[in-house]
């Protein structure tokens, strides 16, 4: 069985995808067929991203900590692709400095995303 199968006819959301990883992914997963919906905090970004996209895509900004404003993309993306079949969580933050000495809150953040 080949690992580079076709996802023709897959929605995928992909959060954090304006950069980095999640726009390396959007990229694979775009080669390979999928339909890409992109999500992030960066409205500019993901439009750049989703223009150089293989096929169809688009993008909506928001904060995936924020609950309302995610069932809200939820609604979005079901209504203008139909369905979702895969949500590629990628969006994160980072802090830097040894463990021990990280702010709380900055944490709290890192998990919360």
Known sequence: MSSRRSLEGQV???TGA???VGELLARKLSARGATLALVGL?????????E???GESD????????HTAMAQVAREVKERFGKVDVVVANAGVA???PFADSDPDAW???IEV
Not at 42 to 50: A, I
Not at 59 to 66: E, G, I, K, P, Q
Request: charged share 35%; proline share 3%.
């Open 12 to 14: 995928v959301v992909v």
């Open 59 to 66: 993008h909506w900004f928001a904060d995936v900590t924020d």
């Open 108 to 110: 709290r953040r890192v």
């Open 52 to 54: 150089r996209l293989h």
């Open 95 to 97: 802090s830097g400095g």
């Open 42 to 50: 960066e409205p500019d970004e993901l439009k750049k991203v989703s």
């Open 18 to 20: 304006a950069r980095g």
